[in-house]
């Protein structure tokens, strides 16, 4: 069983940067590919980023590839991302989700979410 609990969300202006985490309870946090997701307002769930349980891998979305970077660090069982350059369409409730198959899922657990809502 695994916990997830989002963090560091918040309302910011056009093209600064926030970094969100994503913190694991449970020992097994390593074995766990992480992914992150977010919904607007009216819209569907869609895919942001994901990294492998190693770190090594990652992959991302067209609309944040180079301006997000998902890392983790499993020590502290936790991901972080790192969104720079936000825009108004990034404004969404993001989630991060853990699973112990596939880089891009399914996933097994998913946190409450972190609000981030980006101010033209």
């Known amino acids: 069983q695994v916990q997830l609990v989002e963090s560091g969300g918040g309302l910011v202006q056009t093209g600064v940067s926030l970094r969100l985490s994503c913190a694991a309870s449970?020992?097994?946090?390593?074995?766990?590919?992480v992914g992150w997701y977010r919904q607007a307002p009216g819209k569907e769930r869609e895919f942001v980023a994901a990294?492998?349980?190693?770190?090594?891998?990652?992959y991302y979305a067209d609309s944040v590839k180079g301006r997000f970077t998902l890392s983790r660090d499993n020590a502290k069982n936790t991901a972080y991302l790192q969104m720079n350059s936000l825009k108004p369409e990034d404004t969404a409730l993001y989630y991060c989700a853990a699973g112990m198959g596939a880089l891009l899922g399914p996933y097994d657990y998913w946190g409450q979410g972190t609000q981030v809502t980006v101010s033209s």
């Open positions: 990294i492998s349980s190693s770190g090594i891998s990652t």
């Open positions: 449970g020992r097994t946090f390593r074995n766990y590919a």
